[in-house]
């Protein structure tokens, strides 16, 4: 059996110059499954959390990743200098957003912005637009 990687730098590297439905097939098969790539995913962004640039920052920010496997349900919550990233819904969301999978790690890796996929109706958001807007400001991925 092949290693499996749940390493973010290395699912970025699947995400250049492919499809949404791609770079899932690609980062689901380097993982080992769909919930082992939104594990890597979602431990990415709470490592990359840069406290600086959140500044007063601070709430709960639930994503709603459409799968192959079915929607799963990921919480960023931002506070007090800290990130804490975890499976399941946000106890009260500041911002809901429903992505496909492999278009989130599209926009994780860089390779098209959250405007871009919302212009195209790949992402919604509903609650507080303009704390989800600022999210993606936060995070500093190496």
Excluded at 33 to 59: H, I, K, N, S
Excluded at 102 to 109: T, V
């Amino acid at each position: 059996m092949a290693a499996r990687t749940h390493d973010f730098r290395e699912l970025r590297k699947l995400a250049e110059g492919r499809s949404a439905e791609e770079v899932e097939a690609a980062a689901v098969e380097a993982c080992g499954g769909v919930d082992e790539v939104l594990d890597a995913v979602f431990t990415a962004y709470r490592d990359a959390f840069d406290p600086q640039r959140a500044g007063d920052a601070q709430g709960e920010f639930q994503f709603d990743v459409t799968t192959s496997a079915g929607t799963r349900q990921y919480t960023v919550a931002v506070g007090e200098g800290r990130c804490e990233a975890r499976r399941g819904p946000a106890a009260s969301a500041t911002a809901v957003t429903t992505v496909g999978l492999g278009n989130l790690l599209l926009m994780a890796a860089g390779e098209v912005t959250g405007f871009r996929l919302y212009g195209k109706k790949l992402l919604t958001t509903e609650g507080d637009l303009t704390a989800a807007i600022g999210f993606k400001d936060w995070f500093v991925f190496g």
